[in-house]
């Protein structure tokens, strides 16, 4: 929850307290009565508003987040999050269904100093310009951020997305596709290797006859 949301949620809280006295004084036999019961309705009328309001606003994101699973990445401007959705990184594939990250995204996601515009390099590992972008490639990524991710939880947990959500599920349209390959080509005829192999047989077997 961001520092706004944070107020209106504090404010909705008071104004339930607020409205929630002040019509237990309306129960009271003052002259206060009728203004303390409209004051309370309110107040406890605002802050449910507040509350709610906040409640959706903080609520359909992560609702988003938890149930929208996407079996396969698309191929450009998917984002994906981490350290609780706070951040999001830009991730593209080039012609060869290669993933590119994009370096200021992956930085500023675990609190280290972003590159300058068109830096070669980014913590020793190197970077390629991708269109707009200096970018890690699939491996570099994972050599930048595994030695952030032993002190660096934002590392960790940024790591573990890219690893499940992209690169993992490459892997497995990968090993898909060759599998399709492998059933829509059926292997050559091999008669002649067929019909070789059956000649040793025979011959074998003849001179395994004649030995006797």
Known sequence: MNARNKVHANTAYVLLAVGALL???GFSNSGWRLLALL???LNLCIGAVLITTVSIIEGVPWLIQRFSRPDAPVWVGEMIYADGGRHRVRYEFDSQNHPWFVAHDICKAIGEKVPAERAIQCGGIPLLRQGENDCFSESNVQAYLVPLA???RAANRLLISIRNE???KLDKQHDQKQLR???SSPPKSTSRGTIESVDRIVRYI???IGYK
């Open 23 to 25: 019509l237990l004084g």
């Open 39 to 41: 004051l309370g309705t």
């Open 150 to 152: 032993i002190n660096n």
């Open 166 to 168: 992209v690169l993992r």
């Open 181 to 183: 390959e492998q059933v």
């Open 206 to 208: 003849g001179a395994s």
